[in-house]
């Protein structure tokens, strides 16, 4: 059974840093892209960001190229996002999602809270 | 960027009666291989979402049979035959040719 477990959320002040982390299990880590998508509180999905299989190929939304960062560690099954510079616009719901062009499976998601 | 509109963004609809959502891009969906990636998401209240449909037409393991999805280029359908009670929620399509990855603004169904 594929499980896509996200930690790391939680309340941070605008300008601050915060690690996402997505833990994965079910399948081949390293034959699979893997993406972040988010959600701010009652609005709809946004894209954020995908890192190839190898890790040798990102992608990013231009509302966070700059900002964040995303890497993954095949040795773990572990996906990342490094969220730096945050602003209360970065408050939402992030979920990790296997896949760059189907996203097949999501986790239950994250909550990030930006605000002083 | 591509945009994906979604129509209507609200649909009442009653159980047993079909239901049917529709999603236009800006710009043709067919990928460099041949492939279309449109795909379809359900979202439930308080869930994460959960792909239905990918490659425009492909059920997903698990997803009730009265789902289709349909399309090509640049018009896509997400048709649901009889609607249940457990079919409430947001319904997405998403692009996954173009960079960067783009979703619809989410249809919402409810029981009338």
């Known amino acids: 059974e594929v499980q896509l477990l996200e930690s790391g959320g939680g309340l941070v002040q605008p300008g601050g840093s915060l690690r996402l982390s997505c833990a994965a299990s079910g399948f081949t880590f390293t034959s699979f892209a893997m993406s972040w998508v988010r959600q701010a509180p009652g609005k709809g999905l946004e894209w954020v960001s995908t890192?190839?299989?190898?890790?040798?190929?990102?992608y990013f939304a231009d509302s966070v190229k700059g900002r964040f960062t995303i890497s993954r560690d095949n040795s773990r099954n572990t996906l990342y996002l490094q969220m730096n510079s945050l602003r209360a616009e970065d408050t939402a719901i992030y979920y990790c999602?296997?896949?760059?062009?189907?996203?097949?499976?999501w986790g239950q998601g994250t909550l990030v809270t930006v605000s002083s | 960027d591509v945009v994906m509109t979604q129509s209507p963004l609200s649909l009442p609809v009653t159980l047993g009666q079909p239901a049917s959502i529709s999603c236009r891009s800006s710009?043709?969906?067919?990928?460099?291989?041949?492939?279309?990636?449109l795909n379809w998401f359900h979202q439930r209240p308080g869930q994460s979402p959960r792909r239905l449909i990918y490659r425009v037409s492909n059920r997903d393991s698990g997803v009730p049979d009265r789902f289709s999805g349909s399309g090509s280029g640049t018009d896509f359908t997400l048709k649901i035959s009889r609607v249940e009670a457990e079919d409430v929620g947001a319904y997405y399509c998403?692009?996954?040719?173009?960079?960067?990855?783009?979703f619809g603004q989410g249809t919402t169904v409810e029981i009338k």
């Open positions: 890192i190839s299989g190898g890790g040798g190929g990102t």
């Open positions: 999602a296997s896949g760059s062009t189907t996203f097949d499976y």
């Open positions: 998403m692009q996954g040719t173009h960079w960067p990855r783009t």
């Open positions: 710009q043709s969906l067919v990928y460099s291989d041949g492939n279309t990636y």
